[in-house]
């Protein structure tokens, strides 16, 4: 498995960002996706700082999700960036989308629990080698959606919480005891994933016994647009900061 890393340096005086040379390491599990890393906020030499995944989304690449999410990010913290499994497109997808209906939650399902067993590997090794006094915050898109509610129904002792952008969850897939935190958001527009699916999913969560919240934003489509963005970011690092 090939892991691309990567430092942000942030230059006060000319706010400008510079990403270091990729290097290459051996796997360690083949079950685990390739990942971008990136390290931000200078941290000390020795400094543990918070562990957050993005899982992007469909067609997307883990390098231009970081750059969405990464650029303005306000604390030290290390940020993994999972690569999707296959290619599609310019970019990658987790699991195969049917043509006739890409909310056919239960033609997916297989393919959601695949990705998120792979995702949960790496998790949970990341974790143990950079951050085992706490657990990590996972967030995602769209497919990354899906799979970070996935994470949460099956996999709550790995994670601190998790926040889906546009995703929801096969019914098959929720479960049958209370998930980890979940604030999700969604554009209330989104004709490929309604957000009725998204509703769906939190209330299950909820009537699991979970803590789980729902962010709608009138007339969005499925996107991230500026206030979504800068809502989960602040999201994120309330959730990822040793004070929360």
């Not at 892991?3 to 400008?16: D, E, F, T």
């Not at 290097?23 to 971008?36: I, N, T």
Request: proline content about 8%.
């Amino acid at each position: 498995m090939r892991i691309v890393r990567a430092h942000l340096l942030v230059l006060l005086l000319v706010q400008a960002v510079v990403w270091c040379a990729a290097c290459s390491h051996p796997s360690r599990d083949v079950a685990e996706p390739e990942y971008v890393e990136i390290v931000v906020g200078d941290p000390a030499p020795g400094q543990t700082v918070p562990l957050i995944f993005g899982i992007h989304g469909l067609g997307d690449r883990p390098e231009m999700f970081a750059r969405l999410f990464a650029s303005e990010f306000p604390i030290p913290a290390r940020l993994v960036f999972p690569r999707g499994l296959t290619p599609e497109g310019e970019g990658f997808s987790w699991f195969p989308i049917p043509v006739a209906s890409a909310i056919d939650g239960e033609a997916i399902a297989e393919g959601v629990r695949d990705a998120g067993e792979r995702i949960a590997t790496l998790v949970e090794r990341l974790a143990r080698e950079h951050s085992p006094a706490a657990k990590p915050v996972v967030f995602g898109y769209s497919q990354g959606g899906m799979l970070s509610f996935y994470l949460a129904a099956h996999h709550r002792d790995l994670v601190a919480a998790v926040v889906p952008l546009a995703g929801f969850l096969p019914v098959s897939l929720l479960g049958t005891t209370a998930p980890a935190a979940t604030y999700a958001f969604h554009g209330a527009s989104d004709e490929l994933i309604p957000v009725a699916a998204a509703r769906a999913t939190v209330r299950a969560f909820v009537e699991r016994g979970g803590t789980a919240t729902l962010v709608e934003y009138p007339h969005v489509g499925h996107q991230i647009g500026v206030a979504m963005m800068r809502a989960v970011r602040q999201k994120v690092v309330e959730l990822a900061s040793p004070a929360s």
